[in-house]
């Protein structure tokens, strides 16, 4: 059974690292790794992370790419390496324009697509852009659905997605994120190395999503900097996205203040211990909304809407939207209502359960 995996982004391999682990120690299957570095940098930190090699590298990222170029580039890329492999199933993962690409060349090449993370949506086709899309065409090529929840099958069951298709196995970023904060971490940034973890309440922040450029993010970082002029025993951490206009806003309403840390993005290890650590996370991330909750760690989500309502259902997320008000008055009460703080810190996490990768391996075999 030869199983192809393909990803090119930092948040696709970690989620799908641990499954080719799986895979690569599994006699049964012969498992290729193809990615396309759409993300270089921060996608070689996480195959070092794992210890992975690829057997391909498309190599396709390009200063000022455009989402185009990249569909493009990964379709004219696969398209000689699948026709040599001639794979059993192609498996991607999530919503990135090289998962959507890769989807589209292996249903050129009539090869079959496994579809992890299946089933996210919003709704609402430019939030967030492309990815919303990417899902929901890669979702009508896919041959088989690994969705993380059962919102997430009922979603695909709607848009008329054949349930004998469809499999709940939980999120396989929780067996990541578990492997990874289960091991003893010193950190290696002196800022974080220097922060005092027990004495103080640590928020870590992240936000970088295109549609959060410009106004929004400068509510978001102004509510951020109104909290941290505001409570002394409050440290906040924000790993700067490389984005230059992200940069720029952060670096203008935020810098100057003794109580906030602007540093470099952070690799996946010492970001995932960072948040194990830390009081709060505030993030327009979507992949830290899943995550979080595995941790125990509330989280606020400075977006206007999220693909994972299962962990706003649960408690552990709330939708704190792009105003500075709301987003000031919703971190000034976890600060200050213990009860509300609580509430949040012991929700349950409706994510999975650290197995979701073995569930998807026992499922590849049994169908193909």
């Known amino acids: 059974m030869k199983v192809m995996t393909v990803f090119g982004t930092r948040p696709e391999a970690i989620k799908m690292a641990p499954l080719v682990k799986a895979m690569n120690a599994d006699p049964e299957i012969e498992s290729i790794l193809c990615v396309t570095a759409q993300h270089r940098e921060m996608l070689d930190q996480v195959l070092d992370l794992f210890e992975l090699t690829p057997d391909y590298d498309l190599n396709i990222m390009k200063p000022n790419q455009t989402i185009n170029m990249i569909t493009a580039n990964v379709i004219m890329g696969l398209e000689e390496i699948l026709k040599k492999e001639q794979p059993d199933m192609v498996l991607v993962h999530g919503d990135t324009t090289t998962t959507f690409a890769t989807a589209l060349a292996a249903f050129y090449n009539q090869t079959k697509?496994?579809?992890?993370?299946?089933?996210?949506?919003?709704?609402?086709?430019?939030?967030?852009?492309?990815?919303?899309?990417?899902?929901?065409?890669?979702?009508?090529?896919?041959?088989?659905?690994?969705?993380?929840?059962?919102?997430?099958?009922?979603?695909?069951?709607?848009?008329?997605?054949?349930?004998?298709?469809?499999?709940?196995?939980?999120?396989?970023?929780?067996?990541?994120?578990?492997?990874?904060?289960?091991?003893?971490?010193?950190?290696?940034?002196?800022?974080?190395?220097?922060?005092?973890?027990?004495?103080?309440r640590v928020i870590a922040v992240t936000c970088h999503r295109r549609e959060n450029l410009g106004e929004n993010m400068e509510h978001i970082f102004g509510a951020i900097r109104r909290i941290a002029d505001e409570f002394d025993d409050v440290e906040i951490v924000y790993p700067v996205h490389l984005n230059p206009k992200v940069r720029e806003i952060a670096g203008r309403i935020l810098s100057g203040a003794d109580n906030v840390h602007l540093i470099e993005p952070l690799t996946y290890q010492p970001f995932s211990n960072l948040m194990a650590k830390s009081y709060l996370i505030v993030t327009d991330s979507g992949g830290i909304q899943e995550e979080a909750p595995a941790l125990g760690k509330p989280v606020l989500v400075v977006r206007k809407e999220t693909e994972r309502p299962?962990?706003?259902?649960?408690?552990?997320?709330?939708?704190?939207?792009?105003?500075?008000?709301?987003?000031?008055?919703?971190?000034?009460?976890?600060?200050?209502?213990?009860?509300?703080?609580?509430?949040?810190?012991?929700?349950?996490?409706?994510?999975?359960?650290?197995?979701?990768?073995?569930?998807?391996?026992?499922?590849?075999?049994?169908?193909?």
């Not at 709607?158 to 003893?184: Q, S, W």
């Not at 009860?339 to 590849?364: F, Q, S, T």
């Open 113 to 200: 697509v496994g579809h992890v993370e299946a089933g996210l949506r919003t709704y609402d086709k430019y939030s967030p852009y492309p990815e919303e899309m990417n899902r929901v065409m890669t979702g009508h090529i896919a041959d088989l659905h690994f969705a993380p929840t059962e919102r997430n099958r009922r979603n695909l069951l709607k848009e008329g997605i054949d349930e004998k298709n469809i499999y709940i196995t939980g999120n396989t970023v929780i067996d990541a994120l578990l492997d990874v904060t289960g091991k003893p971490y010193e950190f290696e940034d002196e800022t974080l190395k220097a922060l005092d973890f027990e004495g103080k």
């Open 310 to 368: 299962e962990a706003v259902e649960a408690g552990t997320v709330k939708l704190a939207g792009v105003e500075e008000e709301t987003i000031y008055g919703m971190m000034k009460t976890l600060l200050t209502d213990p009860a509300a703080y609580k509430e949040m810190e012991h929700a349950a996490n409706p994510y999975g359960d650290g197995h979701a990768v073995e569930r998807i391996v026992k499922i590849l075999k049994e169908r193909l």
